[in-house]
């Protein structure tokens, strides 16, 4: 078989060189990508084992594929909604983390007036700066 075939996109044999069947979007796109990127010594058999099936296929694997295929748009749109909110998530994360960095300091800067102004309204407590049971 020649580098070239006229199949660009279904079943092919050895896409990869551990998977026996598998898809193939763009037979073009991966042969160049094997004369290119795959070690010299490798690209004359993966190559010639690289071809569309010329058979018929079970049924069942012909209709799995098919109904992989129409779920893909749905992913697809999925996975970009989620990317988009995970990246929103993050902007918010990163407003949550600075507004309780601030907070802290606030309360670090403030000690002293915080701890007087509980003084003056929670007379006789037992607080230790940690607990009110300081002795348990």
């Known amino acids: 078989m020649t580098e070239k075939t ?3 996109q279904g079943f092919f044999w050895h896409v990869h060189h551990t998977i026996f ?3 193939c979007y763009d037979y073009e796109e991966r042969a160049q990508y094997i004369r290119t990127n795959k070690p010299q010594n490798e690209q004359e058999i993966r ?3 690289f071809k569309p099936v010329q058979g018929r296929l079970p049924e069942a694997v012909v209709k799995a594929r098919q ?3 129409e779920a893909r748009p749905a992913f697809d ?3 970009q909604a989620y990317n988009e909110a995970y990246q929103v998530y993050g902007k918010a994360n990163q407003a949550y983390i600075e507004a309780y960095q601030a907070y802290d300091k ?3 800067d403030n000690t002293a007036k ?3 102004l509980h003084a003056n309204e929670c007379p006789n407590c037992p607080w230790n700066g940690h ?3 300081p002795n348990s």
């Open 131 to 133: 607990t009110i049971f």
């Open 114 to 116: 915080i701890e007087a």
């Open 106 to 108: 606030a309360l670090i």
């Open 67 to 69: 109904v992989y295929d």
């Open 47 to 49: 190559l010639r084992l």
């Open 6 to 8: 006229a199949v660009q």
């Open 77 to 79: 749109k999925a996975y």
């Open 21 to 23: 069947l598998e898809w």
